[in-house]
């Protein structure tokens, strides 16, 4: 009997010379709709689905493959006899392959002039049936869905069969394709319907890269991006020059894009294992550039670097003088891009770092067994309530370097202090166990620099310790977020010393 192939494909990209050879090689072809027309037109003898169920396509297409002639050809175990005199009882031929992909859901929901109902029509019903018959019969039936696989299932058939292995792969291919489909519908129509928790939480992501190793040599890693994900990521990044990036750069990176962001003037912010370890803001982005380097020149090196303004030649001069790994901006002048392409190894890298929040987009964090989901933390100063807990108020100054300072303690691994003037960071204290230890190595970061600068904590004041260590180094103006029961021993301290200490009744935690 002659082998049939079904094909109804919305991305017909390889499909005309794919189902070429498999004529060549005595199928025949069914197909529907725009697939069928497109191969007629390349000269391909086809049968049009309504010759095989003898019912014609109805509901705006809605049904057309949902039919026993269809689902019985590809559905029958062929090696069980009882289905195969079903089949021929019912007078229905088998269909040894099918290639089909789906809808363009995803297309349809991107574009932003689409509506609900647009939304609804792009939900396809046929082809994940046909995927999920073939791919649970896949001993008998072949599953296509993915035109990378065309050429090597072409050879296979050609020197006769489709192995049993390559037939697993396919069906394993089938059924993630179908899976990451329905993650996408049930993504847009949970955020519809506004359910925060939903009871059930399917996430889908696509392969970007396989990476040579993860955060160490002996660890396999790979890197996936987001469908739908947001604009200002390290997953939509265009990479301009250098070797390919590891587990632990795209960590970096992510980190450095998510610092530069909360600013709207030029600024760079230099990344090491996670943690700003220097940030500048300037008139211009080579000045912001001469900050973030300036506020610790060891750290820097062999650092990640990130901008929120285009890459110039100038700043590209002093970004040579060093060893980074990575420098990301919006973009780089032809200038830039010749003085660092000299750099083999400098992975320069275009991120639309300032596109607007097009989505709040959920941080998935996996434990063992299981995940934690919470909302990425897009809280700004300008959102909180500010209030004066000392006598003395903040200059307006010492309130332009606060509000730098809060910026940059948001993104710093708890517990957090970070010390600020100039428009740059001076210390860093990130990662330790207690805040006083935190803000000692901070304080000791900056050393002289400390004496008339300010301090962001990421969270509040247990004891007064932290503002007693402040004084003695200098320090002239705090903010933290408040909300101790000691609160009032911080601010006498405060008080005695006359620091300026503001409070924003919100904490940045960043485990």
């Not at 291919?173 to 359910?195: C, N, S």
């Not at 730098?404 to 428009?423: C, F, T, Y």
Request: charged share 25%.
């Amino acid at each position: 009997m002659t082998k049939r192939a079904l094909v109804s494909v919305s991305d017909k990209t390889g499909v005309v010379d794919f189902v070429k050879g498999l004529v060549a090689e005595g199928v025949e072809v069914i197909s529907t709709g725009g697939t069928k027309k497109a191969l007629e037109e390349a000269g391909v003898a086809v049968i049009g689905i309504e010759e095989v169920t003898g019912f014609p396509e109805m509901m705006d297409g809605r049904v057309k493959t949902l039919h026993p002639a269809i689902h019985g050809g590809l559905l029958a175990v062929r090696d069980n006899e009882q289905h195969m005199a079903a089949l021929e009882q019912q007078e229905i031929q088998p269909i040894e392959f099918v290639i089909v992909n789906l809808y363009p859901f995803q297309a349809t929901i991107e574009n932003p002039d689409a509506t609900f109902t647009d939304a609804i029509e792009n939900i396809d019903i046929g082809g994940p049936s046909m995927i999920r018959s073939s791919a649970k019969n896949h001993e008998g039936v072949a599953i296509i869905v993915d035109s990378a696989d065309y050429e090597g299932i072409l050879e296979e058939v050609r020197a006769g069969d489709i192995s049993l292995e390559t037939r697993r792969k396919l069906a394993a291919k089938a059924f993630r394709h179908t899976a990451a489909y329905d993650a996408l519908i049930a993504e847009y129509l949970t955020k519809q319907t506004g359910e925060e928790n939903p009871e059930k939480l399917t996430v889908t992501y696509n392969l970007k890269q396989t990476l040579r190793y993860g955060e160490n040599p002996h660890q396999k890693a790979s890197f996936y991006e987001k469908p739908l994900g947001a604009s200002a990521s390290i997953a939509r990044a265009t990479q301009l020059h250098g070797k390919e990036l590891s587990y632990n750069n795209i960590n970096d990176a992510d980190a450095a894009i998510a610092v530069v962001r909360d600013f709207t003037e030029p600024a760079v912010a230099a990344i090491k294992h996670m943690n700003p370890c220097g940030v500048g803001v300037g008139t211009s982005i080579e000045a912001a550039y001469t900050k973030a380097y300036e506020a610790d020149p060891t750290s820097i090196f062999g650092g990640i670097v990130a901008c929120n303004r285009e890459v110039d030649a100038a700043t590209a001069t002093k970004m040579k003088e060093i060893f980074l790994e990575i420098i990301i901006a919006p973009s780089f002048t032809d200038e830039a891009r010749a003085i660092l392409q000299e750099k083999k190894n400098l992975r320069l890298l275009t991120v639309d770092v300032m596109a607007p929040a097009d989505q709040v987009e959920n941080r998935v964090t996996t434990v063992s067994g299981g995940a934690l989901i919470q909302e990425t933390d897009a809280l700004s100063f300008e959102d909180a309530e500010i209030t004066v807990a000392t006598d003395r108020a903040p200059t307006e100054d010492e309130l332009a370097q606060l509000k730098m300072a809060w910026k940059v303690v948001k993104h710093v691994k708890s517990n957090a202090i970070v010390l600020g003037r100039e428009d740059q960071t001076i210390g860093v204290g990130a990662g330790q166990m207690n805040r006083v230890g935190a803000a000692k190595i901070a304080l000791e970061q900056a050393g002289e620099r400390a004496k008339g600068a300010v301090l962001a904590s990421d969270a509040f004041f247990p004891m007064n310790d932290t503002v007693e260590a402040a004084a003695k180094a200098g320090i002239t103006a705090i903010v933290q977020p408040g909300g101790s029961k000691k609160d009032q021993d911080s601010i006498d301290m405060a008080n005695e010393h006359g620091i300026a200490m503001i409070l924003t009744g919100v904490r940045h935690f960043k485990h």
